[in-house]
């Protein structure tokens, strides 16, 4: 059974850093392509960052691109989400989300993606 598992949340400041991980179990993450999604209060879930299943190619929302970046280290079973120049349109609840396969467009699609975390708060005040 694979599970996910977020951390690294909290309140920042607006222009402050923050770094999420997201710890997968049950299975080698080698074996998943690797997304984070966001939905904050009152809105719908939105894509944020994709990273393939080899690592060779990432995928971000036109929102965070530039600011944020998705990493994987299977060694460890974890992907990371670096947040730079948080904006408190940021503020949200952080998904990890892995997939068997995902290509393009398809990255960017919460339905093509298997199994979910509970997520972590991420909080940024102006």
Request: a negative charge; aromatic letters at 12%.
């Amino acid at each position: 059974q694979v599970q996910l598992v977020e951390s690294g949340g909290g309140l920042v400041q607006t222009g402050g850093s923050l770094s999420l991980s997201c710890t997968l179990s049950g299975r080698a993450s080698s074996h998943y392509a690797m997304g984070w999604f966001r939905r904050a209060p009152g809105k719908e879930r939105e894509f944020v960052a994709a990273i393939s299943w080899t690592g060779g190619t990432t995928y971000y929302a036109d929102s965070v691109k530039g600011r944020f970046t998705i990493s994987r280290d299977d060694a460890e079973s974890v992907t990371s989400l670096e947040m730079n120049s948080l904006k408190p349109e940021d503020t949200a609840r952080y998904y990890c989300a892995a997939t068997d396969y995902c290509s393009g467009h398809g990255c960017y699609d919460a339905e093509e993606y298997d199994y979910w975390g509970q997520g972590t708060q991420v909080t940024v005040s102006s």
